[in-house]
């Protein structure tokens, strides 16, 4: 079932008992022809409601209940649509989709606004190290400066010495520069970094511009329509000039296995990631998951699901969301956001939290939960290890 249809079943369905409910708002790129991370996010944030609302929801028995948003990938779209967030009374915070420049471009009119942020998939370092006191964004999530490094590490455990990279012209790209800088020291040889636009119909002339380097291996930053292209361009090419690739996880944002098709198999990529279905850290609520995505959805394994970390990441930031909700004992926005703050004791799909934020940290992942992943044959998602 396609996202929008989905969105539209959930937001018809009346609250299963009394009490107003308790809004919680989801601005993504869901009209985006390619990208799947927006609908695992909303499936992650479907699935954690429908478990807190079976508990007994949130304020003593308020059901909570989505309302959903396209920004179009548009940033002034965005903006538009956090203003209307905000108009909504009962509204507690906003759930973003994956694309940085567009959350980077809402910060200041949710801090204007004062409705907290939660980051399931967004990069940027900048999206929480936004500068703003109080800060209103909260993340569950990677990044940049913590996939870089993993990145650049996995291409020098192969015994590569020298790298081109590419990078989009986005704020994206210039996140992940800011990251390579951090760590140039530590990191194999640049020998050339190349600038793509969004929209651009090959890759070719910028991989080509890299490999005359005497690069030996290449970091990608790009989701899956620019990486799908890529990785059919090299395909086409003699075997000994395909570079390995060491990919940020945008191209696991859409269906990249249907996207390249057999090229994916002939390439050497591997992907960042958080979360996997196939090695959870905690068996017993991964379990309880695949359970329900098989008897509502169809979903029959794990390597069915479509951009994991977005549901990964969605459905535990809502159960601390609902936390904070509870511990602020009322809708007021403010008070959820300082709430946010003092949630303990979360013990999670991803991972048992002891604090997963404070006032002094906004990211509730750390550097140690990031791994390289590669495609199976049958398209799933799994340690680079187990690929072997």
């Known amino acids: 079932m396609r996202l929008l249809s989905l969105l539209c079943l959930l937001l018809s369905l009346p609250p299963a008992y009394g009490g107003a409910p308790v809004y919680i708002g989801f601005d993504a790129e ?68 994956k694309f940085s420049p567009v959350v980077l471009e809402q910060l200041e009119t949710i801090h204007r606004l004062g409705i907290p942020l939660l980051d399931p998939w967004a990069a940027a370092d900048n999206i929480v190290d936004n500068g703003h006191q109080p800060n209103y964004v909260f993340r569950l999530s990677l990044r940049d400066s913590w996939a870089m490094p993993v990145m650049l590490n996995h291409l020098r455990r192969k015994g590569i010495r020298r790298i081109g990279v590419l990078l989009p012209n986005t704020a994206w790209g210039r996140s992940s520069l800011q990251a390579l800088e951090a ?14 636009n969004w929209g651009d119909q090959s890759m070719l002339e910028h991989y080509r511009a890299l490999l005359d380097t005497g690069a030996e291996g290449i970091v990608l930053v790009a989701n899956e329509m620019e990486g799908s292209i890529l990785v ?14 060491a990919s940020h996880w945008g191209i696991s944002g859409g269906d990249f296995p249907a996207m390249t098709g057999p090229a994916l198999q002939q390439v050497d990529l591997a992907v960042v990631q958080t979360y996997s279905f196939h ?38 930031l809502t159960h601390i969301l609902a936390r904070a909700i509870n511990l602020a004992g009322s809708t007021d926005r403010a008070k ?6 003092q949630v303990r004791d979360y013990s999670g799909l991803i991972k048992h939290w002891p604090r997963p934020f404070s006032h002094d940290n906004h990211e509730a992942l750390a550097p140690a939960d990031v791994f390289m992943a590669r495609y199976r044959h049958d398209g799933a998602l799994v340690h680079v290890e187990q690929a072997q």
């Open 336 to 341: 959820i956001r300082d709430a946010l703050e």
């Open 30 to 97: 869901i009209s985006h022809r390619t990208s799947t991370s927006d609908e695992a996010i909303a499936l992650g944030l479907e699935l954690a409601v429908a478990e807190i609302n079976a508990s007994g929801g949130v304020l003593g028995g308020r059901p909570l209940q989505l309302i959903i948003k396209d920004n179009r990938s548009v940033p002034a779209r965005g903006i538009e649509n956090i203003e209307d967030f905000a108009a909504q009374p009962d509204l507690v915070a906003v759930f973003c989709g």
């Open 232 to 245: 059919r361009e090299l395909a086409t090419l003699p075997e000994h000039q395909r570079l390995p690739i």
């Open 279 to 316: 090695t959870p850290s905690r068996p017993q609520p991964a379990t309880r998951l695949l359970a329900a995505l098989k008897e509502h959805h169809g979903i029959t394994s794990a390597g069915q699901i479509a951009s994991p970390v977005g549901l990964a990441h969605a459905y535990d």
């Open 183 to 196: 760590v140039r020291d530590q990191a194999p040889e640049v020998t050339r970094i190349r600038w793509y």
